[in-house]
């Protein structure tokens, strides 16, 4: 057969000199969103809003800490802020994740703020909602003096203990959280970490002041960074009580 000819021929066919011209496709690329859950929680707790980010377009990931939600199996007292911040910093590192969105719930906060100090370049945002915002040196344990919650009289065998859950509730539910992720001072030492750019959602429930929130004051430091901070009428756990709102919440951040 000639070969030659018959590719000259196929060329003179209606459509098929278009194959070999098009324009490539361009895939348009989809944001990141990585969304670390607080104490005694699980990447189970972000279920509600992440499928209505992702049917908005986002790439949504809901890692689990160690020792917390289906990883409670390798809970320890040993278990430090550092044992999360690694857990957070390898789960983008070993998905190859760039461009991300780092959103940080209540404890989250303390995470991702170790996240960005140790892999700035990996991140575009930082997304504080109701979360604790650490500077360096500082636990948590510092930041919640006057908190909403008896710390020390829920502790037991280096964990606190989330009282309000009765042994007979079904799986999920939230367990007990390491005290040491609590009383361990954050250690930040990058500075390009501070020149990534960051919003700040505080909620409050119907009928309070801002003022009068337990994370007033985080939310005041993300103002003095010059970020922008946003008020959402809601308890602390939008994403479960109010999924919608906190997607739409979300979709419009810069």
């Known amino acids: 057969m000639n070969w030659r000819l018959l590719f000259i021929l196929l060329l003179g066919l209606p459509g098929t000199a278009s194959l070999w011209s098009a324009e ?3 895939i348009e690329k989809k944001p990141v969103l990585v969304m670390v859950h607080g104490a005694w929680a699980g990447g189970w707790h972000m279920r509600k809003v992440a499928p209505l980010l992702e049917a908005r377009g986002y790439q949504v990931y809901t890692p689990t800490l160690s020792g917390l939600g289906e990883r409670y199996h390798t ?18 590192l070993f998905e190859d994740l760039h461009d ?11 995470v991702i703020t170790g996240v960005a100090d140790r892999i700035p370049e990996r991140i575009a945002r930082l997304v504080y909602l109701d979360a604790f915002l650490p500077e360096n040196g500082e636990s ?6 006057g908190g909403s919650l008896p710390i020390a009289q829920m ?6 203990l989330p009282t309000w859950v009765k042994p007979d509730k079904p799986f999920p539910r939230d367990v007990p959280h390491p005290l040491k992720t609590f ?18 959602i505080l909620t409050v429930e119907k009928g309070r002041a801002p003022e009068e929130d337990e ?3 985080a939310a005041e430091r993300a103002k003095a960074r010059g970020w922008p901070v946003i008020t959402m009428e ?12 906190t997607a739409e919440l979300l979709l419009g951040l810069p």
């Open 215 to 217: 994370f007033y004051p």
């Open 75 to 92: 809970a320890t007292p040993a278990i430090g802020l550092d044992v999360h911040i690694a857990d957070i910093v390898n789960f983008i």
């Open 155 to 160: 502790t037991r065998d280096g964990f606190i």
């Open 140 to 145: 948590l344990m510092d930041l919640r003096k």
């Open 183 to 200: 009383t361990d001072p954050i250690v930040l030492k990058n500075p390009a970490a501070a020149k990534i750019p960051g919003t700040y």
């Open 24 to 26: 490539p496709v361009v």
């Open 234 to 245: 809601a308890d602390h756990v939008p994403y479960w009580r109010k999924p919608a709102e």
């Open 100 to 110: 991300v969105i780092l959103l940080g719930h209540s404890y989250g906060g303390m």
